[in-house]
């Protein structure tokens, strides 16, 4: 009997690549699934911060993915090699800060190093042809492959009949007849596989979790940016604080970071040895985090602003407790900003 073959599924958490890794499993082929943290994609964090949305599982969709379809799943930390692709993309960037050409050429040349360092024979993507506008083009899908190193060992089972044929089809590792022709943005043809493979639960509508896609998630990244006189460096607290509460400056040295809802406020509570924190002691009301550096006048504006969300937004006077990141604590007294006196300029 022949050695059986070894390939390794790059999967994001939706059900392209779920489709993908299932189409080869059922050609006989060893499939293991490999993810690749960036920071970026955590979508089931931000679920179970939020109180919203309940009903909603919380879940690491590719963790999921791997469990429904019994693979085993490599969860690979890059975020630091991740920042070339993000702050200096070669292709440029999509309609926001998604570097989706270079970001998708880097995880496949990560997995031609992981197939090689691991034995494994080939590589296979959720990639669809037209699909997304920025990198998954026909005329991008042989710049992936080249570019990223991977070449004919890269397989794309659901639009292989539209791409000539790679070394796994050649060698009858897989036969190219059982691969599948979906092309465009209509996601029927995947239902209907989904379905016909008995699969009736997955991301909706994609299992596009980057938050590099989001307009409200880049404008919050680049001031982020500015705020350190154009530097284009982060850290993972930075991109994690990045995707909860209100972020409002009033001024170029420091904004303010107001909790949405009290799970977003139990995560912020968790930065308070990092951040000047403030809470109202008179009324109820939210969390907030005050990044950059501040004065006595920046505080009280400060304050404020976090006294308008809270429960004594209508009230003369609002007490609320400063807390420094060493613990020492003060309190002072303000009156809530007036709707009309928050500028809309101020809110990122």
Same mark, same amino acid.
């Given at each position: 009997?022949?050695?059986?073959?070894k390939?390794?599924?790059?999967?994001?958490?939706?059900?392209?690549?779920?489709?993908?890794?299932?189409?080869?499993?059922?050609?006989?082929?060893?499939?293991?699934?490999?993810?690749?943290?960036?920071?970026?994609?955590?979508?089931?964090?931000?679920?179970?911060?939020?109180?919203?949305?309940?009903?909603?599982?919380?879940?690491?969709?590719?963790?999921?993915?791997?469990?429904?379809?019994?693979?085993?799943?490599?969860?690979?930390?890059?975020?630091?090699?991740?920042?070339?692709?993000?702050?200096?993309?070669?292709?440029?960037?999509?309609?926001?800060?998604?570097?989706?050409?270079?970001?998708?050429?880097?995880?496949?040349?990560?997995?031609?190093?992981?197939?090689?360092?691991?034995?494994?024979?080939?590589?296979?993507?959720?990639?669809?042809?037209?699909?997304?506008?920025?990198?998954?083009?026909?005329?991008?899908?042989?710049?992936?492959?080249?570019?990223?190193?991977?070449?004919?060992?890269?397989?794309?089972? +659901?639009? &292989?009949?539209?791409?000539?044929?790679?070394?796994?089809?050649?060698? *009858?590792? =897989? !036969?190219? @007849?059982?691969?599948?022709?979906?092309?465009?943005?209509?996601?029927?043809?995947?239902?209907?596989?989904?379905a016909?493979?008995?699969?009736?639960?997955?991301?909706?509508?994609?299992?596009?979790?980057?938050?590099?896609?989001?307009?409200?998630?880049?404008?919050?990244?680049?001031?982020?940016?500015?705020?350190?006189?154009?530097?284009?460096?982060?850290?993972?607290?930075d991109?994690?604080?990045?995707?909860?509460?209100?972020?409002?400056?009033?001024?170029?040295?420091?904004?303010?970071?107001?909790?949405?809802?009290?799970?977003?406020?139990?995560?912020?509570?968790?930065?308070?040895?990092?951040?000047?924190? +403030?809470? &109202?002691?008179?009324?109820t009301?939210?969390?907030?985090?005050?990044? *950059?550096? =501040? !004065?006595? @006048?920046?505080?009280?504006?400060?304050?404020?602003?976090?006294?308008?969300?809270?429960?004594?937004?209508?009230?003369?006077q609002?007490?609320?407790?400063?807390?420094?990141p060493?613990?020492?604590?003060?309190?002072?007294?303000?009156?809530?900003?007036?709707?009309?006196?928050?500028?809309?300029?101020?809110?990122i």
């Amino acid at each position: 009997m022949s050695e059986q073959k070894k390939a390794v599924a790059l999967i994001s958490g939706g059900l392209d690549s779920m489709l993908a890794a299932k189409t080869v499993m059922d050609q006989g082929v060893h499939v293991e699934g490999i993810n690749f943290f960036t920071g970026f994609c955590v979508e089931g964090h931000t679920h179970a911060i939020r109180g919203q949305n309940k009903a909603k599982p919380k879940r690491n969709n590719a963790l999921w993915v791997a469990e429904q379809l019994g693979i085993k799943l490599h969860i690979v930390d890059v975020i630091e090699e991740y920042k070339k692709v993000l702050i200096n993309p070669k292709h440029g960037y999509g309609a926001h800060l998604n570097p989706c050409l270079d970001c998708k050429i880097f995880m496949v040349n990560k997995a031609k190093q992981w197939i090689s360092e691991n034995g494994f024979d080939f590589i296979i993507t959720g990639e669809v042809i037209g699909q997304r506008p920025m990198s998954q083009r026909k005329w991008t899908m042989p710049i992936i492959a080249e570019q990223s190193g991977a070449d004919d060992l890269l397989l794309r089972p +659901l639009c &292989a009949k539209y791409l000539p044929e790679t070394l796994p089809e050649r060698e *009858g590792w =897989v !036969d190219r @007849e059982k691969l599948h022709d979906i092309t465009g943005r209509s996601r029927k043809p995947q239902f209907a596989m989904a379905a016909a493979m008995g699969i009736d639960d997955f991301a909706q509508p994609a299992g596009g979790c980057c938050f590099l896609t989001d307009a409200s998630y880049s404008a919050k990244l680049v001031d982020l940016w500015k705020s350190h006189d154009g530097h284009k460096d982060y850290e993972l607290d930075d991109i994690m604080l990045l995707k909860v509460g209100r972020h409002i400056r009033p001024k170029q040295n420091f904004k303010v970071i107001v909790s949405r809802e009290e799970g977003e406020g139990r995560f912020m509570e968790g930065y308070k040895k990092d951040f000047i924190s +403030l809470r &109202a002691t008179s009324h109820t009301g939210p969390w907030a985090l005050i990044d *950059g550096n =501040v !004065d006595a @006048e920046d505080i009280y504006t400060a304050a404020r602003i976090v006294a308008r969300y809270g429960h004594g937004k209508d009230a003369e006077q609002v007490d609320m407790v400063i807390m420094q990141p060493d613990g020492s604590e003060r309190e002072i007294h303000v009156k809530p900003f007036a709707a009309d006196e928050i500028p809309q300029a101020w809110f990122i």
